[in-house]
């Protein structure tokens, strides 16, 4: 690795630590130096049609990018914030040129052969924070999707996984599907409550 690339420096962010199902979803973003884009900030901030136009810019325009997943089960496992870490990991480890230095969003960084710094607030402030939130999410949302198609009468494709009125209704109308994160408590108690009554 030349000097130069031991230098790069990633913005890595998440998406999905509060929804009941689907996976938790890291992106990890090397821009060029200088890098200008307009319009760059928290995904949150912005409405569907913008984050697709800019995650197609970031990635065509990044030096780097990569996603990182941790799945219901693996969220139900270690918890949420572990999970977190772990997609994160893997977003940074799957990048093609290695970073020496992480600027993450939050106030918790992932362990690995780099420095890292938590930023609050980092992805409405620093922009290769900004574009790891927009791909992150962006791609979170098309993996919902799918899992619309595959389980539609949850209604993922409206509310991606999040705790909705109409989300809690379904999951006590018709209990978790696979995908759905066990160890979180409205999920807990929709399928104590089948359980309960399938042995009734």
Same mark, same amino acid.
């Given at each position: ?8 420096? #990633?913005?890595?962010?998440?998406? &999905? *630590?509060?929804?009941?199902? =689907? $996976?938790?979803? /890291?992106? %990890? ?70 970073? #020496?230095?992480?600027?993450?969003? &939050? *106030?918790?960084?992932?362990? =690995? $052969?780099?420095? /890292?710094? %938590? ?70 108690? #929709? ?10």
């Amino acid at each position: 690795m030349t000097e130069a690339a031991q230098r790069h420096v #990633a913005g890595v962010d998440e998406v &999905g *630590r509060g929804p009941l199902a =689907g $996976p938790v979803v /890291a992106a %990890a973003v090397i821009l060029p130096e200088g890098y200008g884009c307009p319009g760059l900030t928290d995904s949150k901030k912005l409405g569907a049609k913008r984050r697709e136009a800019l995650d197609v810019q970031i990635r065509a325009e990044a030096l780097a990018w990569s996603l990182g997943r941790a799945e219901a089960s693996e969220i139900d496992a270690l918890n949420i914030h572990h999970a977190t870490l772990l997609a994160m990991q893997r977003a940074v480890a799957g990048l093609s040129i290695k970073p #020496a230095h992480l600027l993450v969003d &939050g *106030r918790f960084t992932p362990d =690995g $052969p780099w420095t /890292a710094e %938590a930023i609050v607030g980092g992805d409405g402030s620093v922009p290769a924070i900004s574009a790891a939130s927009i791909i992150a999410k962006v791609a979170r949302d098309g993996w919902l999707g799918d899992l619309h198609t595959e389980y539609p009468a949850y209604g993922f494709d409206r509310h991606s996984g999040y705790p909705t009125a109409a989300h809690r209704a379904a999951l006590e109308a018709l209990g978790p599907c696979p995908q759905h994160r066990r160890s979180f408590g409205p999920v807990a108690r #929709a399928l104590a409550a089948r359980e309960q009554e399938g042995g009734a």
